[in-house]
Nanobody, 124 residues
Framework: QEQPVESGGGSVQAGGSLRLSCGWP???????MAWFRQVPGKEREGIAA????????WYSDSVNGRFTISQDYDAHSVYLQMKDLRPEDTATYYC??????????????????WGRGTQVTVSV
């Protein structure tokens, strides 16, 4: 069973940028690939998604205009470019996959393949 593999997390000052990567070898099939994030004690929040064949994207209000999701078929990867980072963006970021649809709503219950997460810390 395939599992997404995240990388690229780290620590950055407010206003800075980071790019997260998610390795997923099945991008040429119809998947929704999404990024979620979670802080201790809070619900896991869906923040960005992409339909792998249509390349349609979805964003939460909290990141719209600052984060960009993209994909590279040849690299078997999905990316999350994060700009203008804020302390409230501090979280563990997870990559998730959902097979067989182009309706990539940011509903945690709809995704069935999850990575282990990568930590992003934004300091003031």
């Amino acid at each position: 069973q395939e599992q997404p593999v995240e990388s690229g997390g780290g620590s950055v000052q407010a206003g800075g940028s980071l790019r997260l990567s998610c390795g997923w070898p099945l991008l040429r099939f119809q998947y929704c690939m999404a990024w979620f994030r979670q802080v201790p004690g809070k619900e896991r929040e869906g923040i960005a998604a992409i339909a792998t064949l249509l390349t349609t994207t979805w964003y939460s209000d909290s990141v719209n205009g600052r984060f960009t999701i993209s994909q590279d078929y040849d690299a078997h990867s999905v990316y999350l470019q994060m700009k203008d980072l804020r302390p409230e963006d501090t979280a563990t970021y997870y990559c998730a996959a959902r097979y067989g649809t182009a309706d990539c709503r940011l509903d945690r219950a709809e995704y069935n393949e999850w990575g282990r997460g990568t930590q992003v810390t934004v300091s003031v």
